[in-house]
């Protein structure tokens, strides 16, 4: 809001906001004497609604939630089907789908939470980062609803949004800071969350994502020929697949970044890995062009386990840099590690950070499933998280000055300090795919 020129009715509402913020934030007494001193009797607390856009990829999500974090309504429209028939996403397409089912998802989403337009107290929206035709449609939208309703806006960053979403559902377990792993079809990031708009990334994907190489690898690997994987992205299909595994180590993947002490990551040698390995199956088994070769499941559980490894490797190292006395980056609080994004929803990945957190007697949470992947719940609960830090800070009337951000980082970065650390692990090894033991108990299986 810096240096922007409000209009008077804007400057109105946005006292009136404050007010109601403050009023929503204060303890009972205090906004018993608020009430009292305006002399009116306030039986209960006021609840504020942000509407949250989210179309930063291939989802159109558009969701209310409230102050509780309670939600009213989360319509989502995805394009998944369309794109897996291509083979990838194609932008302009994005942009099209975007276009033609946005607003009818914002008025499905009214009518599911029984709410009309000015009962809004702000419009929360994806800005950044993501596929630049595709934010312009939601951030285009935002800004028409909020000029024609006179309400606020909230830019919001995606990565953050999935990093606070678990927050929504246990706001009293999960305080500031926490350690936040966020892996996704586009980003892997570990960063320590302090606030919104108060990240520090402490180490990142140098190539691909891990969702980017499930769903080229799964593509590869020809999954999609399977009817009961045709409509599922590529890491859902490879979890069920890994599921019928009878010799999860039949293939060997390498681990990425073992000489590097810091906290980044790699996936492509994995990918690049996968496919010559999938193509040396295929000759071997002569299998058809339209085929799959016959151990697959046992390749899908050999995969995540080697994802998993090198996420937990690099989630260890992030731990205990927290954790050193001479960080001491938790604070007083205690030590908390949230995992997020579109590949939270996997068992198998989530369960070994989970043990590993576990070895540092470290809390793990990760959102519920259906707000793990890409929604509009968690860019209205991003709204919501801007508010209770900070409401006048946040709210936005200058609507033409907020634009998209293709690529945009995070406040603050550790990385170099991380990586000057050199810190050594003594791992924790992965849980055993078949047996969920840890790998040492496992027993030998014939390729
Ligand atoms: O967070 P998200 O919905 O979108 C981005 O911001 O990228 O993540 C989508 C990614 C996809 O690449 C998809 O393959 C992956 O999440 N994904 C999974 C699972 N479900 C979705 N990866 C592994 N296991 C899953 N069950
Ligand atoms: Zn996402």
């Given at each position: 809001m810096c240096g922007i020129t409000i209009s008077k009715s804007d400057r109105i509402i946005y006292r009136r906001f404050a007010f109601v913020m403050a009023y929503h934030l204060s303890s009972a007494p205090v906004r018993f004497r608020f009430a009292a001193g305006l002399g009116l009797l306030v039986p209960r607390r006021r609840l504020s609604y942000v509407l949250g856009i989210e179309t930063s990829c291939d989802d159109t999500g558009i969701a209310?939630?409230?102050t509780d974090g309670r939600v009213h309504s989360n319509v989502l429209y995805s394009q998944q089907e369309f794109h897996t028939r291509y083979g990838g996403i194609i932008p302009p397409r994005a942009q099209d789908l975007h276009r033609a089912r946005i607003e009818d998802a914002y008025n499905r989403c009214l009518v599911e939470a029984d709410l009309r337009p000015e009962?809004?107290?702000a419009i929360a929206v994806t800005n950044?980062?993501?596929?630049?035709?595709?934010?312009l449609v939601g951030l285009r939208f935002a800004r028409h609803l909020a000029?024609?309703?006179?309400?606020?806006?909230?830019?919001?960053?995606?990565?953050?949004?999935?990093?606070?979403?678990?927050?929504?559902?246990?706001?009293?377990?999960?305080?500031?800071p926490f350690l936040c792993l966020l892996i996704s079809g586009g980003h892997c990031q570990l960063a320590l969350v302090r606030g919104p708009g108060r990240l520090t990334l402490l180490g990142q994907t140098l190539d691909d994502a891990p969702g980017e190489a499930f769903d080229k690898i799964a593509r590869r690997l020809r999954l999609y020929v399977l009817p009961q994987y045709r409509a599922w992205n590529g890491g859902q299909a490879i979890e069920h697949a890994a599921q019928s595994a009878v010799c999860p180590d039949a293939y060997d993947f390498p681990l990425p970044l073992a000489q590097q002490r810091n906290c980044n990551f790699s996936f492509a040698g994995i990918k690049n890995n996968s496919f010559r390995a999938i193509r040396a199956r295929e000759r071997l088994e002569q299998t058809p062009p339209d085929?799959?070769?016959?151990?697959?499941?046992?390749?899908?559980?050999g995969l995540l386990q080697a994802v998993s490894r090198h996420l937990m490797h690099r989630t260890q190292r992030a731990l205990e840099y927290c954790l050193r006395t001479e960080n001491g980056l938790f604070g007083d609080a205690s030590p908390t590690l949230v995992v997020s994004g579109g590949v939270a929803n996997n068992d198998v990945i989530y369960r070994n950070?989970?043990?590993?957190?576990g070895q540092y007697n470290c809390r793990s949470y990760r959102p519920f499933k259906r707000y793990c992947s890409d929604n509009g719940v968690m860019i209205a609960w991003h709204g919501i998280e801007q508010l209770l830090a900070n409401s006048a800070k946040h709210l936005r009337f200058d609507y033409h000055n907020i634009d998209i951000q293709g690529s945009a980082g995070f406040k603050d970065s550790s990385v170099e300090d991380v990586t000057r650390s050199a810190i050594k692990c003594k791992w924790i090894k992965p849980l055993d795919h078949l047996r969920g033991r840890a790998t040492a108990e496992a027993g030998h299986c014939d390729a």
């Open positions: 209310i939630v409230d009962q809004l107290t950044r980062p993501g596929l630049p035709l595709s934010l000029r024609k309703l006179q309400k606020p806006l909230l830019p919001v960053h995606h990565m953050e949004a999935h990093a606070l979403q678990a927050r929504m559902e246990n706001i009293s377990a999960i305080s500031f085929g799959i070769i016959s151990n697959y499941s046992d390749f899908c559980a950070i989970e043990h590993l957190a």
